[in-house]
């Protein structure tokens, strides 16, 4: 591609129109040489391209990979905790105690005391503890609340890939479009060179005015200039494509769309029922809502009972020096037992939360129903415009080929001198102008599709 705007670029700036004719044919040639070299590309494999390599999607892929794995560790509060516990202490002053002494021997009186220190100045404890959780009604709806998030998540990231192929589509599209308006602008191109080719010769034999030739010229180099604009934006289009597609070197752009695509597509122009219930956004909204309801129940559950399995197995080390191993210092100890805990205060306003989440479910309920009004609108909106436009579309096609006719006419008029080339030059204009805007109305049908697709939660269809 890039030989041929090089070729072309030097195409137009020939000042010899007849070598210009004869290199338009070289063009040509070069252009069907270098699709027949070309690699298809259907509008699925390009999809498929985009959804497995652009970056932005795959970023999505790992949030949902990230809300997984955050559901497993939530999972593994269940399990088990088993720790190794080290305590080393030094006591420089013992604690002291008063006993009544008086109660265990009747030789003081009853009232006597006497003042005690009890301990050591070394104390170790050494062993493992287990925790195994038996009921935590706090986890369990936290678990419930992350099933809900990781779905949301993939519907997140079905959204990305919602508007990815949005995209997709219309870069192919608008390639599409592109080629197919090139082939008409060869066409138009060779038409005005004949006309000016025509009038050139009735200059020579001085038939004809300068000015008409000069409009002749203008003409032609307008057509000329829209086959270069038309080359250069097909090159863009298809460099955009190549980045929705996630293709690292950008500059491979020397592919072929499917020619057939239009026929290929055409039963998805049948238009289906409305499906807005499987935009994935719609359903982000839905599961937020229900979402809020177990955030509130998680929430509440926070001042519910927590019951677990706790055990200890160790031993303690009481001396007077500190001397690790010394004998009949260390005595063992160990504990099983039910441990049952009931929050009361946690610190933390609760209905405060509570109220918070309501207003947060509250919200998502707007959304949702401000989003399906949103949808309805732009589905009936598009198709209204599509078959509108379709009908304008029809009757652009009959006209263009009714004056492409009347030029021809008018051409062959004017080489046996029954019309001026005036009136020739006026309709070459007029012909240039309906042409645009046939390719302008085409592009917007296209675009029509797309949006009615888009906003009517079809856009599956176009890779599934």
């Known amino acids: 591609m890039y030989l041929l705007k090089k070729k072309f670029r030097n195409y137009i700036s020939l000042k010899n129109l007849s070598h210009r004719f004869i290199l338009f044919f070289m063009l040509m040639f070069l252009l069907i040489n270098m699709v027949k070299a070309q690699k298809q590309v259907s509008l699925k494999q390009a999809i498929l391209s985009g959804l497995n390599h652009k970056k932005s999607n795959q970023s999505d892929k790992l949030n949902v990979s990230i809300a997984l794995l955050q559901t497993k560790a939530l999972y593994r509060k269940y399990l088990p905790q088993v720790s190794a516990e080290y305590n080393f202490l030094y006591n420089p002053i013992l604690q002291t105690s008063i006993l009544p002494i008086g109660v265990f021997n009747p030789a003081y009186p009853i009232d006597a005391t006497k003042s005690v220190q009890f301990g050591t100045n070394w104390t170790q404890t050494a062993g493992l503890s287990a925790t195994q959780t038996l009921l935590d009604l706090f986890i369990i709806k936290q678990i419930n ?108 752009f020397d592919f072929e769309i499917d020619s057939m695509f239009s026929l290929n597509s055409s039963y998805l122009w049948v238009i289906q029922p409305n499906s ?59 504990y099983v037992g039910l441990n049952v805990k009931v929050p009361i205060l946690t610190g933390e306003n609760q209905m405060n939360k509570i109220s918070q989440i309501k207003l947060q479910s509250q919200q998502f309920n707007y959304q949702k129903e401000d989003k399906i009004k949103f949808y309805e609108k732009e589905s009936l909106l598009a198709k209204t415009k599509m078959e509108n436009l379709s009908e304008q579309i029809k009757i652009q096609s009959i006209n263009l080929n009714l004056l492409d006719e009347s030029v021809s006419i008018s051409q062959a008029r004017v080489s046996e001198g029954k019309e001026s080339a005036y009136s020739l030059n006026l309709e070459e204009v007029e012909l240039q102008l309906m042409q645009s805007n046939y390719h302008v109305s085409q592009k917007q049908l296209w675009v029509y599709w797309l949006d009615y697709l888009k906003s009517s939660g079809q856009l599956f269809v176009l890779w599934n």
């Not at 998680?298 to 191993?325: C, D, R, W």
């Open 276 to 334: 807005i219930q499987f935009i994935p956004e719609l359903q982000s909204l839905l599961i937020q809502d229900e979402l809020s309801q177990i955030q509130t129940k998680t929430e509440m559950s926070k001042h519910y009972p927590v019951i677990a399995l706790k055990g200890y197995l160790g031993a303690n080390q009481f001396s007077n020096s500190f001397n690790p191993t010394d004998e009949n210092t260390w005595f063992g100890l160990s």
């Open 145 to 252: 609340e992350f099933k809900l998030k990781e779905r949301i998540a993939i519907l997140s990231q079905a959204q990305t890939e919602y508007e990815l192929v949005y995209q997709i589509a219309q870069s192919y599209i608008q390639i599409y479009l592109d080629e197919a308006k090139i082939l008409a602008l060869v066409s138009d191109t060779n038409r005005t060179f004949l006309s000016y080719d025509m009038m050139k010769n009735q200059f020579d034999k001085q038939r004809l005015l300068k000015s008409d030739l000069n409009k002749a010229i203008i003409n032609h180099n307008n057509s000329l200039q829209s086959l270069h604009t038309g080359l250069v934006l097909l090159i863009e289009n298809k460099v955009n494509l190549l980045y929705l597609m996630g293709i690292d070197d950008i500059n491979e």
